[in-house]
């Protein structure tokens, strides 16, 4: 059979341009939502009287065949056929004759292909959400683990004040939590139906949009045919929250690179999530995060290059948007792949409390505690700030920590000093006098992993009335 737009031409397509052009090698990846698109669509012709029943029920019957065979791997594609929606037009009129040729009534490429993309990325965004909710949910339980771990807090990468483990896990869940939400919300400006804009002016036939949007699941249709074939917004979107989510894990990724170090020791990631050198028979590298984090440029390139692609392009259709696929398949793989690794590796992750003790008795992120003490006492916070400077400059001096000097040092410094600095020093005073809302102290830390439960279960319900639309 000669190409399905064959009419106006009088030579065949030159080979190389036939593969330059073609999208059947990625966007194969749509085979279903196309059937699903197609489907729905001659059920609406037949339904609108636009063709005759027993046609539509042809076309029916051979769409399934032709997803039957898709799911066994039976359908081969070909270039010449360009991309996945001629392909398995060209499979419905072999496996049913001409009258496949019906489908494609009242109908373009350029609202099917969108009416595909549509269909396909409001499932991965449900299942994105669900593998951020599951990763949540592993953060939730080490912080049950570690309400009593404490650890130095970091600015600057210099220790700065002692916190709860819980705390800084909990820092993640609401990430987590956001980047969830902004994929939830954006379901709303994915789940428009284009089909019905045809080419990009609307067609000569009755159809009815409306019909064909309530048999997908779709919550609306586009209210302007130019924009609903040139829209590719909910892509860009897509891509810019799985940007930040990328941002996300990477961050999360530096620290368990750090904190996996032999430096620190803060943690280890189980032998199951990490892998060995070819020449150092010592190493364990953590290689997930690691690529996580390298990963994370590439899903931002799909972000730069589809907005690239769209900058400047006129109204309506134009071949440059056939570039909006690889990106978003790309992303939505390296997505969901560092996802699914993430939740069981938290899961797993052997916490070393002590190290952790021991970093938070050796060191000075206790020295805010004692220029607060002063303040206690009626001197101002910024001359607080100056003797506990000094106070610390001798320590270093010294070889010491706060809590080795004896009271006559501390005298030397202030005559404010008294036998209760000593309690006020201790790393759980440190950190529960930081009893404020989102605050470390234990309290505030186990009420907030209630709050994250309450929101994680209210979240999952979303994903459970959204679950895999067709
Ligand atoms: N493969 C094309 C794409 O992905 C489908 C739409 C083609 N439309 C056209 N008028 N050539 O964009």
Known sequence: MSK???????????????????????????????????????????????????????????????LEKLHAGEVEFSVSDED???????????????????????????????????????????????????????????????????LPGYTHLQRAQPILFAHHLLAYVSMFRRDAERLTDSYKRINVLPLGAGALAGTTFPIDRHFVAEQLGFDGVYENSLDAVSDRDFIVEFLANASLIMTHLSRLSEELVLWSSTEFSFVELDDAFCTGSSIMPQKKNPDVPELVRGKTGRVYGNLIGLLTVLKSLPLAYNKDMQEDKEGMFDTVATLTGALQLFAPMIATMKVNKGRMREAVNTD??????????????????????????????????????????????????????????????????????RNVYGGTATVQVQAAIGRAEVSLLEAKKWVAEHAAKL
Not at 10 to 32: H, M, P, Q, R
Not at 44 to 58: R, W
Not at 87 to 113: A, C, F, M, W, Y
Request: aromatic share 8%.
């Open 84 to 150: 996945i929606h001629m392909n398995i037009e060209k499979h419905l009129i072999q496996e049913i004759g001409p009258v496949g040729g019906k489908l494609h009534t009242g109908r373009s490429r350029n609202d099917q292909v969108a009416t595909d993309m549509h269909l396909y990325l409001r499932n991965r965004v449900v299942e994105l959400t669900d593998l951020l909710h599951g990763l949540q949910e592993a953060l939730i339980e080490q912080a049950k683990d570690n309400v009593e771990t404490i």
């Open 364 to 433: 000075f992120s206790n020295a805010t505690d004692i220029a607060d003490f002063l303040v206690g006492k009626g001197l101002p916070f910024r001359q607080a700030h100056e003797v506990i400077g000094k106070t610390v400059l001798y320590c270093i001096n010294e070889g010491k920590f706060l809590l080795d000097l004896t009271m006559d040092e501390f005298k030397q410094f202030s005559p404010l000093f008294d036998e209760n600095i000593y309690a006020v020093l201790q790393p759980e005073a440190v950190v529960n006098a």
């Open 4 to 66: 399905l737009w064959g009419g106006r031409f009088t030579k065949g397509t030159n080979k190389l341009v036939e593969e330059y052009t073609a999208s059947i090698g990625f966007d194969k990846a749509l085979a279903e939502e196309d059937v699903q698109g197609s489907l729905a669509h001659v059920t609406m012709l037949g339904k609108c009287g636009i063709l005759p029943q027993e046609d539509v029920e042809t076309i029916k019957e051979g769409l399934q065949k032709v």
